[in-house]
C-alpha cells in the first residue's frame, strides 16, 4: 500500500513496517539534494512531526511523518550519497523505516491517484 501525505511525503506499507520517503515532486521542487539528517533508531513521532532534514543547494526543508510510529531502521546510504534522494526518491532514496501506531492513520492519506490530482493544482 502506498500514500501520500500533502507535504509531499510518501509511506508504503509491507505488513507492519512503513517506509517513507519524499515523493519525485518533491525532490524536483528542492532541486540537488546535497545533505540529509535522519533521525536515531528508537525516535517515537505523531503524524506531523518532523521526521528529517533535506538540504539542497537551493534551501533546507523538515520532512515530516506521515503517520505516527517508532523509527526502526535510518537509509544510512544517504549520509555519503543524499543525490540518491534525487535519483530514486521512491526507492533507494527512502529515508526510515517505522512501525505504525494506528494503521487506520494511513486511510487519511492519499493514493497515488489523488496526490498526483493534487500536484496537479498546485
Known amino acids: 500500500m502506498l500514500k501520500f501525505s500533502k507535504d509531499h511525503e510518501?509511506?508504503?506499507?509491507?505488513?507492519?513496517?512503513?517506509?517513507?520517503?519524499?515523493?519525485?515532486?518533491?525532490?524536483?521542487?528542492?532541486?540537488?539534494?546535497?545533505?540529509?539528517?535522519?533521525?536515531?533508531?528508537?525516535?517515537?513521532?505523531d503524524a506531523g512531526d518532523e521526521l528529517a532534514v533535506v538540504e539542497s543547494v537551493k534551501a533546507a526543508s523538515e520532512v515530516y511523518a506521515p503517520i505516527a510510529g517508532e523509527v526502526t531502521?535510518?537509509?544510512?546510504?544517504?549520509?555519503?550519497?543524499?543525490?540518491?534522494?534525487?535519483?530514486?526518491?521512491?526507492d533507494g532514496g527512502w529515508f526510515v523505516k517505522m512501525s505504525v501506531s494506528d494503521k487506520s492513520a494511513l486511510d487519511t492519506l492519499m493514493d497515488e491517484a489523488a496526490y498526483k490530482e493534487y500536484c496537479e493544482g498546485l
Open 10 to 45: 510518501w509511506v508504503r506499507l509491507d505488513g507492519d513496517v512503513a517506509t517513507v520517503g519524499i515523493s519525485d515532486y518533491a525532490q524536483k521542487q528542492l532541486g540537488d539534494v546535497v545533505f540529509v539528517e535522519l533521525p536515531d533508531v528508537g525516535h517515537e513521532v
Open 73 to 90: 531502521e535510518v537509509n544510512a546510504d544517504l549520509e555519503g550519497a543524499p543525490e540518491t534522494v534525487n535519483a530514486a526518491p521512491m
